[in-house]
């Protein structure tokens, strides 16, 4: 409850602000305080629950943000790689069109290898265009992060450690390797 009262002595305007009651004392409390005083407090207060109300809306609008870019994430994980599958499927159709072609008894059979090396380079394209490369291997010096050796051989014509043979290619995603090279090392004999 607010009174307004008009001091005659100093020529300043004071309110007097009834407190509520507090719970261990019975007795209502009354403060004096400046008007000015009085109206900064009120405004402080306006801004305060203005400032409230902000962070609220903030805290809303931050909450839809962080929903909806979970959402974003998991249809990425959901459906990242549709370009990819799409030209797989593409490769799969012409796997499924020779071998339907070397079931019927079709006798060129350098036609159909002529289609298979047709379809191997085609995969090669699709792969460099998803930044997928070979790891070159052959004659180059042994590098773990690169090769796995599955066996060394004595020769005394090539380097120590170099590889001799690729028995399965490695690949490299983006310059990440996904599959290290399995090779045959040199050694000394």
Known sequence: MEKHKHDNNNDKEEVKVEAEK???????KTITIAEAEYNQLKQDAQK???????????????DNARK?????????????????????????????????LAQ???????????????IL???????????????????????????EALMQIDNNDAPENSIIEELQKGYLLNDKVIRTTKVKVSKKG
């Open 121 to 147: 380079s085609h995969l090669y394209d699709l792969l460099k265009r998803y930044g997928v490369k070979h790891i070159e291997a052959k004659g180059k010096i042994f590098d773990p992060n690169y090769h």
């Open 48 to 62: 305060a629950q203005e400032n409230w109300d902000k962070f609220l809306r903030l805290q809303a609008d931050f």
């Open 22 to 28: 507090n719970t261990n004392d019975s007795a209502d």
């Open 104 to 118: 019927g008894k079709h006798e060129d059979f350098t036609a159909f290898l002529k289609g298979v090396e047709m």
């Open 68 to 100: 909806r870019w979970e959402r974003d994430r998991q249809d990425v994980l959901r459906y990242g790689n549709e370009d990819l599958i799409r030209d797989v499927l593409n490769v799969i159709d012409d796997l499924e069109r020779s071998l339907e």
